[in-house]
Each structure stands twice: as structure tokens, then as C-alpha cells.
T-cell receptor, first 114, second 112 residues
């Protein structure tokens, strides 16, 4: 079935550790996005990519890094520089925003600090 | 002024009533408007989209768009307890042409 797969579902980070969240899609979408959601809050854009080998910072990129080497994959690394990483991380994909098509979301990854 | 605004709620309606969720946006060039439903602990799911002024109906859901007033709404008829969730308004276009702008969401509670 076509969809967006995020893994793992739950992730724990130790002090000073970098962790990588996986996002894979088989919808043939060009655009992919990473959002952070804190309890009771809305979505905040971390990074987005409209095409392979290109990505842009969102509103809260500090302490995060991404790569887009393949159309299907857009992994997010939460670095040790992100001092408050505990949140629900959502990956989304869609046609390029200029085509006015909606995004679709994966099931999310919950990240906590050990 | 935030780009997309919604009443945070919580909005409480009795079962069977009409729930009305509102969203305003600041960029007059915005072109596409989406409503997502997010259950607690889950990811958002798309329930409606609208591009043109007027109403668009899909089952118990009606999206209404008024570009002159920069206003989009979602009506849920015959509200059910299963409609209890947070509803996110999202907008594309204008100066933010390459990304979707989400509102903060409105929490809806349908009381049996």
C-alpha cells in the first residue's frame, strides 16, 4: 500500500547523543517535510525539501539536520545541540506546494530524553 | 499577526448539533485551504480541501471559503463523539508558495 512510514515509533535519546528519525514514502511525492509538535501545541516546521538534493530551513531548524539523497527518503537528525528534543515528530509528503495539493502525514515518532 | 489563526477552544457541542470551526489567514494571495483532523496522540489526517469561494460539502462536513474576508470555516453536521479531536486549518499560496502554513488548531469536544 502507498504511504509514509516513520520509524521508530518511540525513540529515547541520551545526553550528548545524536539520533536519526527515518521517513520513507512510496507515493512518488517530490516534496517532504518535518514538523515538531509539543503537547497541546500546533505544528512547527523544521525542514522541508521540494526536490532531491535540496532542502530549506523551516521555522525551528536549529539543532536539527536533514538530507535528501533519494526521492523516497528524508531522514531527520536531532543533534546534541537541540537541548529540548522531547516532542512528537511528524513527517509529511506531497506534491510541490506550488501545485496547491495537500500534504499527507506519517504516523509520527515520539522522542524522549533518557 | 500570525499567518493562520484559529480559536484554540476547547469548543464543546452536544451530540447531534452543528460544530462550527473558524480560520482566518493573513496572506491575501493564499490559494488553497485544507482541514485536517488530529486525534489525541495521532498524526493529522486530511478531511477537506477547498480552492474556490463558496461551499464544498462532503458527507457531514462542509468547508466554506470567503477570500475577500480571508476566512475559511468547517461545519460538522450531526456531530458525533467520534468527531472529538483537534482540527487544523492549513493554507498554501501567496508569499509562502513553497510550504503549507498550519494554524494552531481548535479542540472540539462532542458531548454525548
Amino acid at each position: 500500500d502507498g504511504g509514509i512510514t516513520q520509524s521508530p515509533k518511540y525513540l529515547f535519546r541520551k545526553e550528548g547523543q545524536n539520533v536519526t528519525l527515518s521517513c520513507e514514502q512510496n507515493l512518488n511525492h517530490d516534496a517532504m517535510y518535518w514538523y515538531r509538535q509539543d503537547p497541546g501545541q500546533g505544528l512547527r516546521l523544521i525542514y522541508y525539501s521540494q526536490i532531491v538534493n535540496d532542502f530549506q530551513k523551516g521555522d525551528i531548524a536549529e539543532g536539527y539536520s536533514v538530507s535528501r539523497e533519494k526521492k523516497e527518503s528524508f531522514p531527520l537528525t536531532v543533534t546534541s545541540a537541540q537541548k529540548n528534543p522531547t516532542a512528537f515528530y511528524l513527517c509529511a509528503s506531497g506534491r510541490p506546494a506550488g501545485l496547491n495539493q495537500p500534504q499527507h502525514f506519517g504516523d509520527g515518532t515520539r522522542l524522549s530524553i533518557l | 499577526q500570525k499567518e493562520v489563526e484559529q480559536n484554540s477552544g476547547p469548543l464543546s457541542v452536544p451530540e447531534g448539533a452543528i460544530a462550527s470551526l473558524n480560520c482566518t489567514y493573513s496572506d491575501r494571495g493564499s490559494q488553497s485551504f485544507f482541514w485536517y483532523r488530529q486525534y489525541s496522540g495521532k498524526s493529522p489526517e486530511l478531511i477537506m480541501f477547498i480552492y474556490s469561494n463558496g461551499d464544498k460539502e462532503d458527507g457531514r462536513f462542509t468547508a466554506q471559503l470567503n477570500k475577500a474576508s480571508q476566512y475559511v470555516s468547517l461545519l460538522i453536521r450531526d456531530s458525533q463523539p467520534s468527531d472529538s479531536a483537534t482540527y487544523l486549518c492549513a493554507v498554501i499560496g501567496g508569499t509562502s508558495y513553497d510550504k503549507v502554513i498550519f494554524g494552531p488548531g481548535t479542540s472540539l469536544s462532542v458531548i454525548p
